[in-house]
């Protein structure tokens, strides 16, 4: 399968949330997490894409090195995690997280699904987006793992 381009919102290890401005060609801080709680990723966005949010497809991408909002790289796609999110409203909506390889990695070269990766990654990655939707009044539910195919054809369908 071809590696995709993303889009770097928020680096792994930041307590800031930012989102891309399309509109603008920049990035806006939107959100300042609690002492203690990062992101344990890099987390973007997928380009030229809409998830049921409206708002383009999101992206973890597991690699050994940090990036920096702003960054595109291009990815591998090994999967995701399923997931429904709960609005303030009480709506219910899909909001799955596409996980990602950069093809430069070295490190996670032979990683090419979510179960060739330590299980205590996604349960890590689960929690973090549970804990990181309270802060905002909203609740994330895992639907489970989602194979590469899967989340290629959610991709191109997004």
């Known amino acids: 399968m071809d590696a995709i381009p993303v889009i770097i919102e928020t680096p792994k290890g930041s307590a800031f949330k930012y989102t891309y401005q399309p509109e ?3 990035f806006k801080l939107t959100k300042v997490l609690p002492a203690g709680m990062t992101f344990p990723f890099d987390f973007g966005l997928i380009p030229d894409t809409k998830g049921e949010d409206g708002d383009p497809l999101d992206i973890i991408v597991i690699a050994e090195f940090e990036s920096f909002a702003g960054c595109i790289m291009d990815c591998r796609i090994i999967g995701g995690i399923k997931a429904e999110q709960t609005e303030h409203d009480g709506k219910t909506l ?3 997280r596409f996980i990602g390889i950069p093809v430069v990695s070295a ?3 032979e990683i090419n699904s979510t179960e060739d990766l330590p299980k205590k990654i996604i349960d890590q990655l689960e929690a973090f987006f549970k804990n990181y939707n309270e802060l905002s009044g909203k609740e994330f539910k895992s639907l489970g793992s ?5 989340a290629y054809a959610l991709i191109k369908k997004g």
Do not use: G, V
Not at 146 to 150: F, K
């Open 24 to 26: 603008k060609h920049l």
């Open 94 to 96: 899909r909001n799955d």
């Open 107 to 109: 490190l996670f070269a």
């Open 146 to 150: 989602m194979s590469p195919d899967e």
